[in-house]
C-alpha cells in the first residue's frame, strides 16, 4: 500500500503514516477507489494498537466504518491512527487520512479485538 511508518506518540497513543496512492489506484473519476482509502484507513488504526502494546498485540478487525469527505488524489497522504480505549476484550480504534497540507480527507472508526501478534510466532521459532 506504500505505507511507510513515520512514529508513534505514546502520550496520545497515535501513529502517523505517509501513504502514496500510485496511478493503479486511481479511477476514471480521477480519485482513489473507496476500499483502498479504507485500507488505507485500516493500516493507520492497526499500526496504533499495535505500538501501543509494544508490539505483542495486533487488532482483529470486527466492525469498520469509514467516511470519504473529499476525493482522495493520486500522491502523498498523511494517515494518523489512534487508540481509542484498548481494553482486555475489546478495542476501538479512530483515524483520519489527510493530504501534507492538513486538508482532510476520510475518517475512520474500528471496533476490535486484540490478539496475540501473529509476527512474533514467527520471530520465536
Same mark, same amino acid.
Given at each position: 500500500?506504500?505505507?511507510?511508518f513515520?512514529?508513534?506518540d505514546?502520550?496520545?497513543?497515535?501513529?502517523t503514516?505517509?501513504?502514496?496512492?500510485?496511478?493503479s489506484?486511481?479511477?476514471?473519476?480521477?480519485?482513489?477507489?473507496?476500499g483502498?482509502v479504507?485500507?488505507?484507513l485500516?493500516?493507520?488504526?492497526g499500526?496504533a494498537?499495535?505500538?501501543?502494546?509494544?508490539?505483542?498485540?495486533s487488532?482483529?478487525?470486527?466492525e469498520?466504518?469509514?467516511?470519504?469527505? /473529499?476525493?482522495? /488524489?493520486k500522491?502523498?497522504?498523511?494517515g494518523?491512527?489512534?487508540?481509542?480505549?484498548?481494553?482486555? /476484550?475489546?478495542?476501538?480504534?479512530?483515524?483520519e487520512?489527510?493530504e501534507?497540507?492538513?486538508?482532510?480527507l476520510? /475518517?475512520?472508526?474500528s471496533?476490535?479485538?486484540?490478539?496475540?501478534?501473529?509476527?512474533?510466532?514467527?520471530?520465536?521459532?
Amino acid at each position: 500500500m506504500g505505507a511507510e511508518f513515520v512514529g508513534f506518540d505514546k502520550a496520545t497513543d497515535t501513529v502517523t503514516m505517509n501513504f502514496s496512492a500510485p496511478d493503479s489506484f486511481i479511477t476514471p473519476r480521477g480519485s482513489v477507489q473507496g476500499g483502498l482509502v479504507a485500507g488505507f484507513l485500516d493500516e493507520a488504526m492497526g499500526w496504533a494498537y499495535t505500538c501501543h502494546t509494544g508490539g505483542q498485540f495486533s487488532p482483529l478487525m470486527l466492525e469498520v466504518n469509514f467516511s470519504l469527505l /473529499r476525493p482522495v /488524489r493520486k500522491g502523498a497522504l498523511i494517515g494518523e491512527g489512534k487508540v481509542i480505549k484498548a481494553g482486555k /476484550r475489546v478495542v476501538f480504534l479512530a483515524a483520519e487520512l489527510k493530504e501534507p497540507d492538513g486538508t482532510l480527507l476520510a /475518517r475512520a472508526t474500528s471496533t476490535c479485538i486484540p490478539t496475540p501478534n501473529p509476527g512474533l510466532e514467527a520471530q520465536r521459532s
